[in-house]
Structure formats: structure tokens, C-alpha cells
């Protein structure tokens, strides 16, 4: 099995990252509206995009299995975006776009592909959590099939902010009923809202 193993959809082609890709990754990373609900600084220059890019996405792609895609246009290849998911518990995936590109379908487009991926190769379920002040994540949670599950508090670093989370869930493999806990064990305050 070829580890992230390109993808293509109506619009998009999903691959990896490369080294000639820092330009445009430090495009997504470095602004701040973007990267306002993630859990880094919006890096500072081109240094740091690349060594984002080594500690993130070198190290899935030199394992036996990974989900870390570019999302790139079909016109041009170029990265606009990223979709991974976690190969290790709880499977989460995440995601990010430059906002030229928001409210087009996109994310959602490209999320899908990888979901698909993942669920083939033997994923058992995916999880995935957003900022409850940043409830189009949700959405795009929703359109992919997860359902809400419950919500949590935690201190978030290195922002040193305290965030509530709101957790989705895909199973594939297992029980529809398993919930993934550990972040509700995790933090004295949870509670399951009415969405």
C-alpha cells in the first residue's frame, strides 16, 4: 500500500506536501484568521513553514501508512489547503483552507475523498473537534456523516486559552454506539449539548 497515495475528486487533487510547496504552505499557516481556531501561532516566515512542514508531515510520510494531504486545485496543483487524518487513536482529522477558497465546498469535497480512503484501508472510526466559537467546522463534520457526541473543556497550548470543544464522530468497523471518551475523561468539565 503507497503511503498517501494521491487522490483526485470533481475538483481537486489531494497529494503530499513537498519541499517546493513551503511558499504556499506558509501562505495557509501564516494568516491569522485562518489559523485562528488551531492549535499553533500562525508562523512568522518561510523558516518556519518549512519546519512545520518537517515535523508534521515528513514523519507521516516516511511510515508504513498516512493521511496528510495538500489540498490543491486540479488547474494548477498548487496547495491551498491541507485534510489528515490520524493514524494512531482517536483517527482525527483535521483540516484547514485559505480563505479565498471558503464557502465553495471544498473542504468538504476533499474531506470526503480522504474519509473514503481512510474507511477502505481499515481506519475503524474517525473523531474530529472544533471550537465551539467556530461552528462552520461543524458543518463540514456533518455533511461528512459524523455525528455530535459531546463537548469538553481543555486548556489549549501553547495559546494558554481555555477552549470548549465540541466532538464528532465516524465509526466505521466498530459499534455505531462506541464513543471515543478520552478527552471527556480527560477534562473535569463536559457536558453534551443541544445541537
Known amino acids: 500500500m503507497s503511503n498517501t497515495p494521491t487522490i483526485e475528486t470533481?475538483?481537486?487533487?489531494l497529494r503530499r506536501f513537498t519541499s517546493s510547496d513551503l511558499e504556499a504552505l506558509f501562505a495557509i499557516l501564516r494568516d491569522p484568521i485562518v489559523n485562528r481556531f488551531l492549535p499553533w501561532f500562525?508562523?512568522?516566515?518561510l523558516?518556519?513553514?518549512?519546519?512545520?512542514?518537517?515535523?508534521?508531515?515528513?514523519?507521516v510520510y516516511q511510515a508504513e501508512r498516512g493521511y496528510a494531504y495538500a489540498i490543491c486545485l486540479k488547474?494548477?496543483?498548487?496547495?491551498?489547503?491541507?485534510?489528515n487524518i490520524g493514524i494512531q487513536e482517536p483517527h482525527d482529522l483535521g483540516y484547514a483552507l485559505s480563505q479565498k477558497f471558503w464557502h465553495q465546498?471544498?473542504?468538504?469535497?476533499?474531506?470526503?475523498?480522504?474519509?473514503?480512503r481512510a474507511k477502505a484501508d481499515g481506519i475503524p472510526y474517525i473523531t474530529a473537534t472544533?471550537?465551539?466559537?467556530?461552528?462552520?467546522?461543524?458543518?463540514?463534520m456533518r455533511k461528512l456523516g459524523m455525528s455530535y457526541r459531546y463537548s469538553y473543556e481543555e486548556l489549549w497550548m501553547p495559546k494558554e486559552i481555555k477552549v470548549i470543544f465540541r466532538l464528532y464522530q465516524l465509526n466505521f468497523t466498530v459499534h455505531q454506539d462506541f464513543t471515543y471518551q478520552k478527552y471527556m475523561e480527560q477534562s473535569p468539565h463536559h457536558f453534551v449539548e443541544q445541537i
Open 47 to 59: 523558516v518556519e513553514a518549512e519546519a512545520f512542514y518537517e515535523q508534521r508531515y515528513a514523519p
Open 10 to 13: 470533481e475538483r481537486l487533487i
Open 130 to 140: 472544533h471550537d465551539r466559537l467556530n461552528p462552520n467546522s461543524g458543518l463540514v
Open 75 to 83: 488547474e494548477d496543483n498548487v496547495p491551498i489547503g491541507y485534510v
Open 105 to 116: 465546498g471544498i473542504t468538504s469535497e476533499a474531506a470526503q475523498a480522504v474519509v473514503a
Open 42 to 45: 500562525p508562523v512568522t516566515s
